[in-house]
């Protein structure tokens, strides 16, 4: 998996007002200088783009609204310049039947049969979307956005829209899975590598501790999925 928009916070000890320490990296410095510093000392495929003291109640995690993954796939003749991004599917993929079995996947429901189960934890989520295109080369992106994911889901989508696409299940079958509210087995997971979280999107400053707060509870399902 690759990371384009990650986002994290980490607690860090004030910093006293001497030369001594000044001198280090540290948030007193200039925010521009500590990127530059902190990115001169990470390996090659780890970049920090931004760095800036979090608003008050800030959770890098919990205080998320949406996370956004994008998936690609080449079902044609593959680029191997771009092997470490991208699936290469051996058989042609029907998107519109893609797109169609996405559509039926969205809103908030318990996504049991796309997740690794995890003790204690919730597989109730609310997809926003799951929509593929191709782009002006012939390639395909899995586009999906959710509140939060639980393991694997990401990947489990997409291998179920590939199944989809490939002829060997009908447009309502990941809908149908859905349904039975347990893991499946007949539910393949895509490879890692053609995944990239794209973006995070965060409330505003003031609604961040709440947010939090709300994440952090065990979610139900109150009704039938909607």
């Given at each position: 998996m690759h990371a384009r928009g990650q986002v994290a916070h980490a607690d860090v000890p004030g910093v006293p007002d001497s030369r001594a320490e000044v001198s280090r990296p540290g948030l007193s410095q200039d925010p521009?200088?500590?990127?530059?510093?902190?990115?001169?000392?990470?390996?090659?495929?780890?970049?920090?783009?931004?760095?800036?003291?979090?608003?008050?109640?800030?959770?890098?995690?919990?205080?998320?609204?949406?996370?956004?993954?994008?998936?690609?796939?080449?079902?044609?003749?593959?680029?191997?310049?771009?092997?470490?991004?991208?699936?290469f599917w051996p058989r042609r993929l029907d998107d519109a039947a893609m797109r169609e079995a996405g559509a039926d996947l969205l809103g908030e429901h318990d996504f049991a049969a796309f997740c690794k189960a995890r003790e204690g934890a919730t597989t109730v989520r609310r997809l926003l979307r799951f929509d593929w295109s191709r782009d002006a080369d012939g390639v395909l992106t899995a586009w999906v956005d959710a509140d939060?994911?639980?393991?694997?889901?990401?990947?489990?989508?997409?291998?179920?829209?590939?199944?989809?696409?490939?002829?060997?299940?009908?447009?309502?079958?990941p809908a149908e899975v859905l349904r039975r509210?347990?893991?499946?087995?007949?539910?393949?997971?895509?490879?890692?590598?053609?995944?990239?979280?794209?973006?995070?999107?965060?409330?505003?400053?003031?609604?961040?501790?709440?947010?939090?707060?709300?994440?952090?509870?065990?979610?139900?399902?109150?009704?039938?999925?909607?």
């Open positions: 521009a200088t500590l990127v530059r510093r902190l990115n001169g000392v990470l390996p090659r495929d780890v970049r920090i783009f931004r760095v800036e003291p979090a608003p008050a109640g800030f959770d890098a995690r919990f205080s998320a609204l949406a996370r956004r993954y994008a998936y690609r796939v080449a079902d044609g003749p593959p680029d191997p310049l771009r092997r470490r991004d991208t699936l939060a994911f639980c393991h694997s889901m990401v990947r489990a989508l997409v291998g179920a829209g590939l199944a989809v696409g490939d002829g060997r299940r009908p447009a309502g079958w509210g347990a893991r499946d087995s007949s539910v393949h997971v895509a490879p890692a590598h053609g995944l990239t979280l794209i973006g995070v999107d965060y409330p505003p400053n003031a609604e961040l501790a709440a947010r939090a707060a709300l994440t952090r509870r065990v979610r139900v399902l109150d009704g039938p999925a909607h």
